[in-house]
């Protein structure tokens, strides 16, 4: 085992897999270097996340794997950084005290400084800042492929969902300069990166705190150019030479404006996918979880989306077994969901979180309630998608080689304009960031599969509109 070796385990979002690369980028400028697994790493890096039950058991389970490694090896470092290490950092110091730094989501630059004070402190030293002291773009970073990169708009939250911890982790929403955004994007292309996702807790109120604080030019904020600051932003990147495609997550639907579609149409190296949560399909439930916008608005903007942008590809967050959910509010959620008829979905059960407000509302659902209703939820989101994917069997789709799959060495895997996973013969020649073209031949309700072609992209297969109105 070599000290200056570090390994990074990351729980949760797309934020932290971003944070994750920038931690490691911070270590390698110190002189560390990447190591395959936790046990021959001089440094362990555990990145958590806080927005599940799981989150929990996860970590701790990995820290009681560590603990053995601690103790056989004392100059092993453990490091626990993240939303969970901001909301438990006495819980960790107390059930876990061989860890040696523990670090919060806006104090991720300091970890140079943490790391030297654990070199002569006989206690886990413990740094949790309230407020950020830069955007974790301004580290350094050391990416997992070189073609895509993470770009942080705005870090923090101004919401207030009753099931969602995150505001109280990561603190206000603080937007960065326009300016800042698109040096960043620049500097990446010129490094290699051909593809960005931009994040943000909310990315689609980006801005509205720069305008507030008079931080963005009189022609931004005067609403003159008929843009929110995030389409202006879109349209900005848009024109970055080099940049062949632009993602963004997560969006909420009650801060969505006609102009971000148009902006999805009009700036060609802005994808076809949009992430939009809906978490739930009853009203009632919509409410008491302060989602600020109901079910009619959700399928009004579902329509609006795929009217404006051709071939247009949503997937969504839904939550099962809120406190209060009845069979009814239930029923609510898959009438939506057939009637949006999301091309994907990420379905979640309702994790009690301390700190929410969810926590202290009636009517818990029961577990196994909960469990019979996720199941069917399952199997109506994967028909919705494996239908979405058959429509695309004959088409011609433009794919970004991610690389080799995961579980068949002869074939090679990537991902279309739309983010559909497309799995391929491998071709000699192709490499992770390569473009190509890919002819679909059969789908299943996770994956699409096909063959290299010369032959010229065709559009893909839009998804209806919702079906029908609600009553």
Request: a negative charge; charged letters at 25%; aromatic letters at 6%.
């Amino acid at each position: 085992m070599s000290a200056r070796t570090y390994f990074i385990r990351t729980y949760g979002c797309q934020m932290n897999e971003h944070d994750s690369e920038r931690a490691a980028g911070v270590l390698e400028t110190m002189g560390y270097r990447p190591a395959p697994d936790p046990e021959s790493a001089g440094l362990v890096l555990l990145n958590t996340c806080a927005i599940r039950e799981n989150a929990d058991n996860k970590l701790y389970g990995q820290l009681s794997h560590l603990k053995p490694l601690k103790l056989a090896d004392p100059s092993k470092t453990i490091v626990v950084g993240g939303c969970l290490a901001q909301k438990d950092q006495d819980k960790l110091a107390e059930k876990a005290p061989y860890v040696d730094v523990v670090y919060g989501t806006h104090n991720m630059g300091r970890l140079p400084e943490l790391l030297a004070q654990a070199d002569s402190a006989s206690l886990p030293v413990v740094e949790i800042l309230e407020h950020t002291q830069m955007f974790p773009s301004a580290l350094p970073s050391m990416r997992e492929v070189r073609h895509h990169a993470w770009v942080s708009i705005s870090i923090g939250c101004d919401n207030t969902c009753a099931f969602c911890i995150v505001p109280s982790l990561r603190g206000p929403e603080k937007s960065r300069k326009l300016g800042d955004i698109v040096s960043e994007t620049r500097e990446l292309v010129a490094d290699g990166v051909t593809e960005i996702t931009l994040l943000g807790q909310n990315v689609n109120s980006y801005g509205r705190d720069l305008v507030r604080a008079g931080e963005v030019p009189a022609e931004f904020a005067d609403g003159s150019r008929n843009r929110t600051l995030f389409a202006e932003l879109l349209h900005m990147l848009g024109d970055v030479d080099g940049l062949d495609r632009i993602r963004f997550t997560s969006p909420h639907p009650k801060d969505f404006t006609s102009d971000v579609f148009a902006a999805m149409r009009d700036v060609p190296t802005v994808m076809e996918q949009l992430h939009l949560p809906l978490q739930a399909g009853s009203d009632r439930i919509l409410k008491l979880m302060q989602r600020s916008y109901r079910s009619r608005r959700f399928l009004d903007l579902v329509a609006e989306a795929r009217d404006t942008i051709p071939g247009l590809a949503i997937s969504t967050d839904i939550i099962v077994g809120f406190p209060g959910e009845t069979e009814a509010d239930f029923q609510a959620t898959l009438d939506v969901t057939e009637q949006a008829r999301f091309d994907s979905a990420f379905t979640f059960k309702y994790s009690k979180r301390p700190g929410t407000t969810a926590v202290d509302l009636p009517d818990h659902v029961e577990q196994h309630v909960m469990d019979e209703r996720f199941i069917r939820l399952a199997e109506l989101t994967k028909r919705l998608s494996a239908e979405s994917h058959a429509r695309q069997v004959g088409t011609v789709q433009e794919v970004v080689v991610e690389g080799p799959s995961k579980t068949d060495d002869t074939r090679l895997s990537g991902r279309t304009r739309h983010n559909r996973l497309v799995h391929f013969p491998v071709v000699e020649g192709l490499a992770s960031g390569a473009t190509t073209n890919v002819a679909v031949t059969d789908a299943a309700a996770h994956y699409l599969l096909g063959e290299v072609t010369d032959a010229a992209v065709t559009p893909a297969v839009p998804t209806p509109g919702p079906a029908t109105a609600l009553a």
